[in-house]
């Protein structure tokens, strides 16, 4: 049973629910202290900008995992994405993919040369756990979307030396390195791309594997097409994470992860880190809300058969019809919650083990539900660990010790 949750991190009830597993830590004191000397961190979520209003920033306009949530929800690193979109395959769209790289790296550490939020950008992974040790928050610098490449596998040379540690090379789109989960519907066309441009991995894509292992990157398969992603595994020297993956037997979404794909991620010793999304943890099986997502797509005018349920949204050119049509759809999946997030945990460590799990909530871009609606509160997590049987020890690798043990694997491989 899970135990109350709590709001903010803020308010603490005296003790966890008095029905918690036999064995389990049942005083709140207890589960603060375990949370506290855990690395607590999020493998994935979006950048974004101070200065600029965004609809995924949370209800008081401020980043998910602005410096002040994370030190009020315990949380001691969170990987940046470093992401853009689909666009143009052309020198003036790698361009402009380029500038956004390089804008958002450069709002990460505007954060960290502000004294005042107590961030560092760590390197290494023990930059990162001195950095934990120290009290001090660490924002590591992803990389989602090799659009941002172009079709220079060397440029991921630059980024590495500025500091960028997690690699995924696809977002929703294929480019020109590898095939997307997500294949680009053209609004003009009324058509997807094929499911596969290269069959998984491009010839560039293989080749920003090898150079990703030689410098001792962390390469991240979310967003990959299955093929690809089994490509990479049987490349790698290196372990290897899913940043924001969810299961894909319990949510039957194209980029959730497939039963082969958690059993490949588990014997390269990699993480699934699960995400807080309900777009990627709403139950599929559910026959009436299917059918009710069908009609509110139906009614939006877009195609009823589906791979997720606010699939199509990006290419809505309509504000107005795009935001009704999220704000339908986000109802019918209702808020979410704790519960929907550890099944997906449950399900990876019952299938490969407590080592190859994970939490990364794609915070900033659409995630957050009751009871974990932004960094504030990620003590919930740990208190929900806990109430389904999980040790202090395990409630450690969840949260960043795996994360940790990968992040030195891609050091290690790097040097041999």
């Known amino acids: ?105 450069a709002e990460v550490y505007a954060l960290a040369d502000d004294p005042l939020n107590n961030v560092i950008v760590p390197r290494t992974a023990d930059e990162l756990v001195a950095a934990h040790e120290a009290g001090k928050t660490a924002l590591l610098l992803g990389f989602q979307n090799a659009r941002i490449l172009g079709e220079d596998v060397n440029y991921l040379d630059e980024l590495y030396s500025e500091g960028v540690r997690v690699f995924a090379l696809t977002h929703m789109g294929h480019n020109d390195f590898a095939d997307s989960s997500r294949p680009l519907y053209d609004g003009d066309t009324s058509s997807y791309e094929p499911d596969a441009e290269h069959g998984g991995l491009s010839d560039l894509g293989r080749a920003a594997i090898a150079r990703l292992n030689a410098l001792g990157g962390v390469i991240d398969v979310s967003q990959l097409s299955r093929p ?133 909530n794609d915070f900033n871009h659409g995630s957050g539900i009751e009871g974990y609606k932004d960094a504030s509160e990620a003590l919930n997590i740990t208190i929900g660990l806990l109430g389904r049987g999980y040790s202090a020890e395990a409630v450690e690798k969840i949260w960043g010790g795996n994360f940790l043990r990968v992040m030195r694997g891609a050091e290690q491989a790097a040097n041999h």
């Open 228 to 360: 690809a992603t089994i490509q990479v595994l049987s490349q790698t020297t290196a372990p290897i994470i899913a940043s924001h993956s969810n299961v894909q037997a319990l949510s039957n979404v194209r980029r959730n992860l497939s039963d082969e794909e958690i059993e490949l991620i588990g014997t390269n010793g990699g993480v699934i880190h699960i995400s807080a999304f309900k777009g990627y943890l709403f139950d599929s099986n559910n026959a009436q809300l299917d059918a009710d997502i069908r009609a509110a797509r139906f009614v939006a005018g877009i195609e009823e058969d589906y791979d997720y349920p606010f699939e199509l949204y990006w290419e809505m050119t309509d504000p107005d019809r795009q935001r009704t049509f999220l704000s339908t759809v986000s109802g019918l999946l209702g808020p979410g919650s704790v519960d929907d997030m550890l099944n997906h945990i449950d399900y990876v460590v019952q299938r490969i083990g407590v080592d190859h799990v994970g939490i990364g």
């Open 1 to 105: 049973m899970l135990p109350a949750l709590i709001s903010g991190c803020a308010q603490l009830p005296g003790e966890l629910s008095s029905a918690a597993v036999p064995g389990v830590v049942t005083d709140m004191a207890t589960a603060k202290a375990i949370h506290a000397s855990a690395l607590v961190l999020d493998a994935h979520a979006d950048i974004e900008y101070a200065a600029k209003p965004s609809r995924y920033a949370g209800p008081d306009g401020v980043s998910q995992v602005a410096p002040a949530k994370l030190q009020l929800g315990g949380v001691d690193a969170v990987v940046m994405a470093v992401a853009v979109g689909p666009g143009p395959r052309d020198e003036a769209g790698y361009a402009a993919a380029r500038k956004i790289a390089t804008d958002k790296i």
